[in-house]
């Protein structure tokens, strides 16, 4: 594994980590059994994970279990909450708001529902990709039944104000709805505190399993109604039918609960290597950083690079580092990011972005590495253009 390129595509997804390994396995051989089984032992130890799981997650937002529901991703959460909401709500209004920087997998379903008639406001960012609280409170209309707006941008990493986009919600009885897919175990995070109504999670972002994911449905103040996705054996109190996976789902608990444990400690590493990267691939000119230079998730940093071709920027760079300019699930190659554009780039450097997405397993030795690398590199391309 020596030869091969520093891993630094940590939005795209993460690796296993060992003690989540560890924590998975007997439920695949030993304690296989169905959760909803509840005649024997075999069941009954399954659903006591599952329980002892869900109490984790839980807590690691503030909720509580019977507000926890196991889907297969942050993409299945989306879908669940914004569709289940637009069905159970369709007496009520047919408006729904988000953000143009959102994942697809929230923009597709939104997209969806205009063409079954839902009206969408799709609002802009600030050029440093936070959402303009004003804005948003102008959007609400008596007849909005659902806010989503991400917690971390999966490319720029910025945060938005959660507890403030909370709170307007709240106050105008709208339901909020969050993509916490990049978020948890990174940044704290509180239901309560923040008035969120909604929220999707994903393991594989936090060294968890890929192929597990929570949605977070408030029961109590006020309790979201939500028309199921998925029909059949009716698990998770009817609104998501489907086997549970305990190995994934024990999985997900042991990924969330280690990040939580560490997060502190490992936030400022992260700042750290993060400003280590900057300072030196600022030394250029012509390198221009992409949202918020705090307000954003500690191992993100995104830069666009002037002079050069986007193409032949990361083709130049993957020897030594895996890397992406935008999201790896819309990785058409050729389209310009919309995230990046919607902060007012121009389409050109828009294109010649780089994310660099840092995680546990980086170290300081490799991000100096990794700067040295992309300096020469960037700088090589440069003279090139300059001699045609
Ligand atoms: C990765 C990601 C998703 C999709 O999650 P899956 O679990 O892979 O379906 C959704 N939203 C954001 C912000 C993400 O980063």
Redesign the pocket.
């Known amino acids: 594994m020596n030869n091969r390129p520093i891993y630094l595509d940590c939005?795209?997804t993460t690796p296993v980590d060992e003690r989540v390994l560890t924590a998975m396995l007997p439920f695949f051989t030993q304690h296989f059994g169905n959760p909803s089984s509840i005649n024997h032992v075999y069941g009954w130890e399954a659903e006591a994970a599952v329980k002892q799981a869900r109490t984790t997650l839980a807590g690691a937002i503030n909720a509580s279990i019977e507000e926890i529901v196991f889907t297969?991703?942050?993409?299945?959460a989306?879908n669940l909450a914004i569709k289940g909401v637009a069905e159970a709500y369709f007496s009520k209004g047919q408006h729904i708001i988000t953000v143009e920087t959102e994942?697809s997998?929230?923009i597709d379903p939104c997209k969806y529902l205009r063409s079954l008639g839902f009206e969408v406001t799709v609002l802009p960012v600030q050029k440093d990709g936070l959402l303009d609280l004003n804005q948003l409170e102008k959007a609400l209309r008596p007849e909005t039944i659902l806010v989503s707006v991400?917690a971390?941008?999966?490319e720029i990493g910025v945060l938005q104000p959660l507890a403030e986009i909370g709170a307007l919600c709240r106050a105008r009885e709208v339901l909020f709805h969050t993509?916490a897919?990049?978020a948890i175990g990174k940044i704290p995070l509180d239901v309560e505190a923040m008035k969120i109504d909604l929220l999707?999670m994903?393991a594989?972002?936090v060294y968890g399993p890929?192929g597990i994911?929570v949605l977070y449905v408030r029961r109590r103040h006020p309790r979201v109604q939500m028309s199921p996705q998925l029909h059949g054996g009716g698990q998770e109190r009817g609104m998501r039918s489907g086997t549970l996976y305990p190995p994934q789902i024990v999985g997900f608990a042991k990924a969330v609960e280690i990040a939580l444990a560490e997060l502190d400690a490992e936030s400022q590493r992260l700042i750290q290597l993060r400003q280590q990267l900057w300072q030196q691939l600022s030394q250029l000119d012509g390198i221009y950083l992409n949202g918020h230079p705090t307000l954003r998730l500690p191992g993100n940093l995104n830069i666009s690079v002037e002079g050069v071709d986007g193409a032949a920027l990361l083709l130049g760079l993957q020897p030594v580092m895996a890397v992406s300019s935008g999201?790896a699930?819309s990785s058409q190659a050729t389209a310009p990011s919309r995230v990046l554009t919607a902060l007012g780039h121009s389409e050109k450097l828009a294109y010649a972005s780089v994310r660099f997405g840092m995680g546990r397993f980086n170290s300081a030795a490799e991000i100096e590495r990794v700067g040295e690398y992309a300096i020469a590199t960037i700088s090589s391309l440069r003279r090139q253009t300059s001699l045609v």
Request: charged share 15%; proline share 0%.
């Open positions: 939005h795209s297969s991703g942050a993409t299945e989306n994942h997998a929230v991400m971390a941008n999966n993509d897919a990049q999707s994903t594989h972002k890929k994911g999201a699930c």
